[in-house]
């Protein structure tokens, strides 16, 4: 491995990254031209992608008395986007740019685009995806529900990128054991049926195709983003968690409910502990090593 790249996964670890990987920006030939990483550094010519892990007690006890919501996990998440992640992909932007390259970090929640954007139709886009990348770097390969699983950790990490022109090595696609086992328990638990059992969506990456299961991204918003569905859980003045969508979510349906939000629930994520079932029945974190790595 040439000395900058290694010095810069160096970095990524020694500052919290759990795992780091490399991908060539040949390998997002296949993704739309606007969520390439040359649409963002039109001379890119690398990917670097860190995983944090997750703790396992916030998943392991989804739902579980006496806790009333997701909230741990929640807020985990909360801190883990919006401190952790970006200190470390901001580090690794400045390290790259001190060696005279230019280089973007990517936040790991980008901004989902509700409404076609030029060339971007049916809304929901994200502005650059890390699961795919994080599959182009060789962290991992894609679950049936689309997320990424790692050997070390199974699904059970977050991710974010940074974007560059300097001539890192690559790493090689992941090529070891089969991850995901096809049992669907992440698909038979969505609370809104969102996921298209018989309807895979498929990708290349590389010279690789992968598939997974196709989501109703209106229908899995409609809890993961407005988290309004709630199985029971706790009901404020003029407001109950357990809102169900419509058979058919549109766009006009999902922009509505924005606005029937409880602020409260909206923000502290009570009543929400229907999001995350596909992380907490995944079994893949179970075959992964004691030590990480």
């Not at 008395?65 to 883990?80: D, K, W």
């Not at 983003?225 to 709630?230: E, N, T």
Request: charged share 20%.
């Amino acid at each position: 491995m040439d000395a900058l790249t290694q010095d810069l996964k160096s970095l990524a670890l020694k500052e919290g990254a759990d795992l780091v990987g490399v991908a060539p920006a040949t390998r997002f030939q296949e993704a739309p031209r606007m969520t390439q990483p040359q649409a963002i550094i039109p001379d890119a010519k690398a990917v670097v992608v860190i995983a944090v892990k997750y703790p396992d007690a916030a998943i392991d006890g989804w739902g579980k008395p006496p806790a009333e919501s997701m909230f741990f996990y929640q807020s985990v998440q909360l801190y883990m986007t919006a401190t952790v992640m970006p200190l470390i992909t901001f580090k690794l932007y400045r390290f790259l740019e001190k060696s005279g390259y230019l280089a973007l970090p990517v936040a790991p929640s980008g901004f989902f685009r509700y409404r076609d954007y030029k060339e971007m139709k049916g809304g929901f886009v994200a502005d650059f995806s890390h699961r795919h990348a994080a599959v182009a770097a060789g962290l991992g390969g894609f679950g049936r529900q689309g997320l990424l699983l790692t050997p070390q950790f199974g699904v059970r990490q977050r991710l974010a990128s940074v974007i560059t022109n300097a001539p890192l090595q690559a790493d090689p696609l992941y090529g070891g054991k089969a991850l995901c086992d096809g049992c669907e328990a992440c698909l038979k638990a969505c609370p809104v049926g969102a996921f298209h059992r018989t309807d895979p969506q498929s990708v290349r990456i590389g010279d690789q195709s992968f598939t997974y299961a196709k989501v109703d991204k209106w229908r899995c918003a409609w809890v993961e983003q407005l988290g309004m569905v709630g199985d029971g859980g706790p009901k404020f003045e003029g407001y109950t968690t357990d809102v169900f969508p419509p058979a058919r979510v549109t766009r006009e349906d999902y922009l509505a409910a924005m606005g029937h939000r409880d602020p409260f629930q909206a923000s502290c994520g009570w009543g929400t502990i229907s999001c995350g079932r596909c992380l907490h029945v995944c079994p893949a974190h179970k075959t992964r090593p004691l030590t990480p790595g």
